[in-house]
């Protein structure tokens, strides 16, 4: 009998760029902060999972080193992405299987180490080794979805345009200036259809979650927000034709998150997806069932997917907003969906969200579409 | 005693080895491989078919002509490579997709027109190479 999961505390830095700050050092005060919401102490948590993209050897033991807390059972997980999202999962199922009653789950990326560009990707890939780049792997998909369903570059541009219009009303956010569709299409050009504002930014970034035991929740937090699904898929390898205008992976993981869930898309109050690029966010509105096939641009420019809207998406300001520290992502998106949940969200709250999704995908690897796919499911 | 025995050689290619490029009297041709229990084709090579698990692999020389599924031209890439470039993914007949260079004008290329491969060009001194290239076979209107 696998026991319910809830989250009892979140805590997130703001995404932007810390060139001079150690991956440790922007780890540990989102740890405490997260701690500090859910009124644990480090003695209270029976393990610890940290996600990270690029960061290196032992990201967890280095963050909770600083924090007194190393010397518990430290899991350091790499999934692309959707590391931060994947170490919730594990902390999820550690919970749920009755292991430990809380533990902690972190998301954490300095992509600022980089020194700008494309995130750097496996060079033993042989597409990679041959001059694939994140932006155009997207933009290919982009490019035969704009072929296929007739959306113009002034329409992706709109979707920056609501990013921002979010993202202004959120303090954690990298980019909170709003924009106009004249001047994400004036940015310069990055991978064709793509320009520079159609892209995620690069940048640095930690976000950390506690899980409780649900039926020992309320003795921690007033307003404990439970885990409904957790799930993770991995990508199908194709050598031959796919389909890049529906992302196979994201349908398939949401089909399977919502029976887990019991819940379907119409149920879904506020979403938090991977918009790492802006086509991107169209083709999961079209995948989560949000829309029908094809319909995604209508969708958008309804005006349903804004906040005021019948199911806003990307409320934070997204990845294309927020930012994308890369396996920081699917931890902050946890943060912003419980925040919601629990109405915190001052200017940026969905009134009366009860249910919220987040989404994290990766991917980079010759054959996948996408590597690896984790949906999680909230309510209240 | 496991056998091990894979076709690909980082050593001799950090990007493509040299045996999935034949010459051919019309210029080059791509060598996959085609699983001989499924049938499946596969490139670039490998040591065992992903769809039955099948160590029982021959080389196949692919069709040269293909039809061009998406591109994307690049303006941002580490180095050593020198942008713009154009990439984009070849469905070729016998059910397989290449990531792929392309040449010529960006701007005359088009959704599913039909492309072919030719060897690539020398590249710029330091900068990278595509191992092999496609490009469009007939003239489009722009």
Redesign the interface.
């Known amino acids: 009998m696998m026991r319910e999961v809830a989250v009892i505390g979140t805590g997130m830095i703001r995404f932007g760029k810390y060139p001079d700050v150690s991956l440790a050092d922007l780890g540990w005060p989102a740890a405490r902060q997260a701690m500090d919401d859910a009124g644990v102490e480090p003695e209270d948590i029976g393990a610890l999972f940290c996600g990270t993209g690029l960061g290196g050897p032992m990201p967890g033991q280095r963050i909770f080193g600083r924090l007194g807390m190393a010397g518990l059972p430290i899991i350091n997980v790499e999934n692309a992405c959707s590391s931060g999202s994947s170490a919730l999962n594990l902390g999820h199922t550690a919970i749920a299987s009755g292991r430990y009653d809380i533990v902690m789950v972190m998301g954490v990326e300095k992509l600022t180490k980089f020194n700008g560009?494309?995130i750097?990707l496996e060079?033993?890939d042989?597409?990679v080794?041959?001059?694939?780049?994140m932006?155009?792997l997207y933009?290919?998909?982009a490019?035969?979805y704009m072929?296929e369903h007739g959306a113009t570059p002034e329409q992706l541009a709109g979707v920056v345009v609501k990013s921002r219009r979010h993202a202004a009303l959120n303090p954690d956010a990298q980019l909170r200036g709003e924009t106009t569709v004249e001047e994400v299409l004036a940015s310069?050009?990055?991978?064709?259809?793509?320009t520079l504002f159609q892209c995620c930014p690069t940048g640095d970034g930690a976000a950390a979650v506690v899980l409780c035991a649900a039926d020992l929740a309320s003795r921690y937090s007033p307003r404990p927000v439970k885990v409904q699904a957790s799930h993770v898929a991995s990508g199908h390898?194709?050598?031959?034709?796919?389909d890049?205008t529906v992302p196979e992976i994201t349908v398939r993981c949401a089909a399977e998150t919502y029976e887990e869930a019991g819940l379907g898309p119409e149920d879904i109050d506020v979403a938090e997806v991977h918009d790492a690029f802006t086509s991107a966010e169209l083709m999961y509105y079209e995948a989560f069932g949000f829309c029908r096939r094809g319909e995604a641009v209508q969708l958008l420019e309804s005006g349903a997917t804004s906040l005021g809207g019948r199911i806003p998406v990307n409320p934070s300001g997204g990845l294309l907003s927020k930012g994308h520290p890369v396996a920081a992502t699917g931890a902050a998106q946890v943060v912003e969906v419980v925040r919601q949940l629990q109405g915190r969200c001052g200017k940026r709250q969905v009134e009366g969200a009860k249910v919220g999704l987040t989404h994290a995908t990766g991917g980079g690897i010759?054959?996948f579409d996408h590597g690896v796919c984790a949906i999680h499911i909230f309510t209240v | 005693m496991i056998e091990f025995d894979t076709p690909l050689v980082p050593g001799a290619n950090a990007r493509l080895s040299p045996d999935h490029l034949r010459p051919t009297a019309a210029g080059v041709a791509l060598v996959g491989q085609r699983c001989q229990d499924c049938g499946r084709t596969l490139f670039p090579k490998t040591g065992i078919c992903p769809g039955c698990r099948s160590e029982n692999l021959a080389d196949a020389e692919l069709p040269a002509q293909g039809t061009l599924y998406s591109w994307s031209v690049v303006y941002a890439a580490p180095k050593p490579w020198r942008t713009p470039y154009t990439i984009g993914y070849v469905d070729l007949a016998g059910d397989v997709r290449v990531f792929s260079h392309i040449a010529g004008d960006p701007a005359t290329l088009r959704v599913g027109m039909p492309v072919a491969l030719s060897a690539a060009p020398e590249a710029d001194d330091g900068a990278a190479a595509a191992p092999f290239v496609f490009q469009p076979t007939a003239k489009e209107n722009a």
Do not use: Q, T
Not at chain 1, 237 to 242: I, L, M, N, T, W
């Open positions: 560009g494309p750097p060079k033993e042989w597409e080794a041959n001059g694939l780049v932006p155009a933009a290919m998909r490019r035969r072929h310069r050009m990055i991978a064709d259809p793509f390898f194709e050598s031959g034709p796919r890049m010759s054959g």
